[in-house]
């Protein structure tokens, strides 16, 4: 799969797929984009209840959201369990093409960002004693997964016209078992179509302000008490 660096308005990097023309992170700003959607009504709306978490990741493509999590773990002492699928993983070479370095300004992250991409695949691996990473190089539709298990999920696949089968009804009632009662799933999508396969799967669903160039984003809660 040919892949173009392309750099987002907030000065931050993404990639581009001509064959799809589509880009991993919003041109409006990649950095603004995974810290407004995954982190802070993501991984930080589940710190306030818990700080033992267990994240489940859909598209782990440029770690970009894996590293913005670190802190977490690095500074609040959040024990986290970071398990991430990804059916295409990005060589070296390009990751590094990607200078995520130089827009991220905690200098202590910049070593702990290639140590998430060089960890192996298919096995955990601890990162620091508060962040165990398992990258599964696997679809989501070949995933097992479990029961009642994940605080919250980052769906951060490609867009529903371009991965439709990712956007299903199947996969969203997939991603409800697997979380907890409580938990929830984040992802930069707005749209109707998708909404309603969440809500036919079970979720609360939660429309949110949206990043930099997009209105709304969405947030889906597992009922704690379910009809």
Known sequence: MHLEIRQTKDGSNTLYVPELNEHYHSVHG??????HVF?????????EQKKDLKVLEVGFGTGLNAILSFPAALTKKAFIQYDTLEKYPL??????????ENIILNPELHDYFYQLHAAPWNEPAE???YFTLQKMHESLEEFVAPNSY????????FAPEKQ??????????KLFNAI???GILVTYCAKGSFKRS?????????ALPGPPGKREMTRGVRPVVER
């Open 30 to 35: 990649a950095m603004q984009e995974s810290q």
């Open 198 to 206: 969440l809500k036919a799967a079970g979720f609360m669903v939660e």
């Open 180 to 182: 907890r009662p409580g």
């Open 164 to 173: 439709p089968e990712l956007w299903s009804d199947a996969m969203f009632k």
């Open 150 to 157: 994940y605080d919250v999920v980052y769906f951060d696949a």
């Open 39 to 47: 982190i802070r009504h993501g991984l930080e709306h589940v710190l």
């Open 91 to 100: 060589p070296e070479e390009t990751v590094r093409q990607l200078n995520y």
């Open 127 to 129: 990162i620091i004693p």
